[in-house]
């Protein structure tokens, strides 16, 4: 029986084939929802603290929800992470698609540089460039 070893949860590989936009969606969604579900936690320790439990309990209940603020926090911040790389990316493509025509070369230029090429070569100044390698069988 062979163990397999590096083997993904099939949750990790479902996440790598998302798209970013809905990696964006969802982050941002499950974040504010754990944000403020959090922040109603820290309320009903506040309460319990004004209501005299004790300490404890309500102590731990603070703790616990200040915990699950700061993790919504933190994955909100990489779902702001996750849509800078999206428009990004975005107006690059808009700016290499704009200026394409300043980045590729004119073809009248390339065209100039075939036929003087072939000039030289007619008038011997130029060797060919298969007359340039060598014969591998020498």
């Keep these: 029986m062979k163990i397999v070893e590096n083997k993904k949860a099939p ?3 479902l996440v ?32 319990l603290q004004a209501a005299g439990e004790i300490f404890t309990r ?12 700061i993790t919504g926090f933190i994955m909100y911040g990489n779902a702001l992470r996750i849509r800078t790389r999206m428009d990004t990316r975005r107006e690059m493509r808009r700016f290499i698609r704009k200026n394409r025509r300043l980045f590729a070369k004119p073809k009248a230029l390339i065209q100039k540089k075939k036929t003087h090429r072939a000039k030289q070569t007619a008038e011997g100044k130029e060797k060919p460039r298969e007359a340039l390698k060598e014969n591998p069988a020498k």
């Design 58 to 69: 309500w102590f731990l209940l603070g703790i616990y929800a200040l915990v699950l603020m």
């Design 11 to 13: 949750g990790r590989q």
């Design 16 to 47: 790598k084939h998302m798209s970013l936009r809905t990696k964006w969606i969802l982050l941002s969604v499950f974040s504010m929802m754990l944000s403020s579900y959090g922040i109603m936690v820290l309320v009903r320790a506040a309460w």
